[in-house]
């Protein structure tokens, strides 16, 4: 028993380390789907997840998402599986998984950290990305939930932060999953005994499921929608519509004055481009692209070496727009929407194919 005691410090430094290691890298977010809510990213095998509450998705099978990281990226997310105790993991596509640094494997039983603790931390990710922390008290827990309530009433916790993560100084001890619209405490489950509910997945032939890539023509590049910097205006006009071979779906970018973007990348691979073609049928006609610019990069990634190949505008009394230029190497392309034809809260596209 002597020995144990003597140990004791020197396990507990090691899990705090190890818990504020995993914090740091632990990228939340904040996500529209069927709710407004929280969650976070987790990678397996090269691939991205989102860990969030089951009833944040509800019915729908897609969500959009903003890191609360320094960048402050957005992303999609479609649904892949649910599981008890209210959890649901999602792929994830888009600029955002570039955040996605915390392997599953990385967590550990929390049971003598929980042990003597008594104030948390309720970390939040606004809807721009910025961060919000609610402190909290521990009032009672078990071996799967922990009750807290805010320590002043000018914090309280509401719905909309089911999702956020709870922390013991840095380490995540804790998923938030509702708040008692009457007393204004929170019941959250413990970090350990989530990743414990999820964890088959992982191991499983599941994890190994990757989003559906949209079809393409025998005569068309194949691409990947890497970044986009526009949220949709709502979660069936997704940025994804535009490569689905579908004329009846479209992408409808939700404008806030700043000029709507999209890169596209060939898996890394120096592809020659000829061309783009763009369709728009979905009848908005104010909501049209405009004025376009076009670039060319050599590099698969970073901010520079962008090389403009392109500038030209479009009517919106034609549906098709064809835009050629000089042949030209490229690993990605970024097309650059700068106005569209008056219609000031949305800028639609129904199909783009790059040749």
């Given at each position: 028993m002597?020995?144990?005691?003597?140990?004791?410090?020197?396990?507990?430094?090691?899990?705090?380390?190890?818990?504020?290691?995993?914090?740091?890298?632990?990228?939340?977010?904040h996500?529209?789907?069927?709710?407004?809510?929280?969650?976070?990213?987790?990678?397996?095998?090269?691939?991205?997840?989102?860990?969030?509450?089951?009833?944040?998705l509800?019915?729908?099978?897609?969500a959009?998402?903003?890191?609360g990281?320094?960048?402050?990226e957005?992303?999609?997310?479609?649904?892949?599986?649910?599981?008890?105790?209210?959890l649901?993991?999602?792929?994830?596509?888009?600029?955002?998984?570039?955040n996605?640094?915390?392997?599953?494997?990385?967590?550990?039983?929390?049971?003598?950290?929980?042990?003597?603790?008594s104030?948390?931390?309720?970390?939040?990710i606004?809807?721009?990305?910025?961060?919000?922390i609610?402190?909290?008290?521990?009032?009672?827990?078990?071996?799967?939930?922990?009750n807290?309530k805010?320590?002043?009433?000018?914090?309280?916790?509401?719905?909309?932060?089911?999702?956020?993560?709870?922390f013991?100084?840095?380490?995540?001890v804790?998923?938030?999953?509702?708040?008692?619209a009457?007393?204004?405490?929170?019941?959250?489950?413990?970090?350990?005994?989530?990743?414990?509910?999820?964890?088959?997945?992982?191991?499983?032939?599941?994890?190994?499921v990757?989003?559906?890539?949209?079809?393409?023509?025998?005569?068309?590049i194949?691409?990947?929608?890497?970044?986009?910097?526009?949220k949709?205006?709502?979660t069936?006009h997704?940025?994804?519509?535009?490569?689905?071979?579908?004329?009846?779906?479209?992408?409808s970018a939700?404008?806030?004055?700043?000029p709507?973007s999209?890169?596209?990348?060939?898996?890394?691979?120096?592809t020659?481009?000829?061309?783009?073609?763009?369709?728009?049928e979905?009848?908005?006609?104010?909501?049209?692209?405009?004025?376009?610019k076009?670039?060319?990069?050599?590099?698969?990634?970073g901010?520079?070496g962008?090389?403009?190949i392109y500038?030209?505008?479009?009517s919106?009394t034609k549906?098709?727009?064809?835009l050629?230029?000089?042949?030209?190497?490229?690993?990605?392309?970024?097309i650059?929407?700068?106005?569209?034809?008056?219609?000031?809260?949305?800028?639609?596209?129904?199909?783009?194919?790059?040749?």
């Open positions: 002597k020995k144990f005691n003597q140990l004791l410090p020197a396990v507990c430094f090691y899990i705090l380390l190890s818990g504020a290691t995993f914090a740091q890298g632990l990228t939340q977010v996500i529209e789907s069927g709710e407004i809510g929280q969650g976070f990213l987790l990678k397996r095998l090269n691939q991205c997840y989102l860990i969030s509450p089951s009833h944040v509800g019915n729908a099978f897609f959009n998402i903003t890191t990281t320094k960048n402050r957005i992303g999609e997310a479609e649904k892949v599986q649910v599981f008890g105790y209210d649901a993991i999602s792929n994830v596509n888009g600029i955002s998984t570039a996605c640094v915390t392997d599953i494997n990385t967590f550990y039983p929390l049971d003598m950290l929980l042990k003597s603790a104030l948390l931390t309720v970390s939040t606004n809807v721009d990305g910025s961060k919000s609610t402190p909290v008290t521990l009032i009672d827990q078990n071996i799967i939930n922990l807290v805010p320590r002043s009433e000018q914090l309280p916790l509401y719905k909309g932060l089911s999702g956020s993560v709870v013991l100084k840095e380490i995540p804790g998923i938030l999953q509702s708040v008692n009457e007393t204004g405490e929170g019941t959250v489950i413990r970090f350990d005994r989530a990743m414990e509910v999820i964890a088959p997945f992982f191991s499983s032939t599941f994890s190994q990757k989003p559906v890539k949209e079809a393409v023509t025998k005569d068309n194949q691409f990947n929608i890497s970044h986009w910097s526009h949709p205006i709502d069936e997704r940025v994804s519509a535009i490569h689905d071979n579908k004329i009846d779906s479209y992408w939700k404008l806030d004055g700043k709507v999209i890169t596209l990348d060939f898996n890394e691979s120096i020659l481009v000829n061309g783009l073609s763009l369709l728009n979905s009848g908005l006609k104010q909501s049209f692209p405009r004025d376009i076009v670039y060319s990069n050599r590099r698969g990634e901010k520079r962008w090389t403009s500038s030209g505008t479009w919106n549906n098709t727009f064809l050629k230029f000089p042949p030209v190497k490229a690993k990605r392309i970024r650059e929407f700068l106005s569209n034809w008056g219609d000031t809260k949305q800028l639609s596209l129904s199909e783009l194919s790059i040749f």
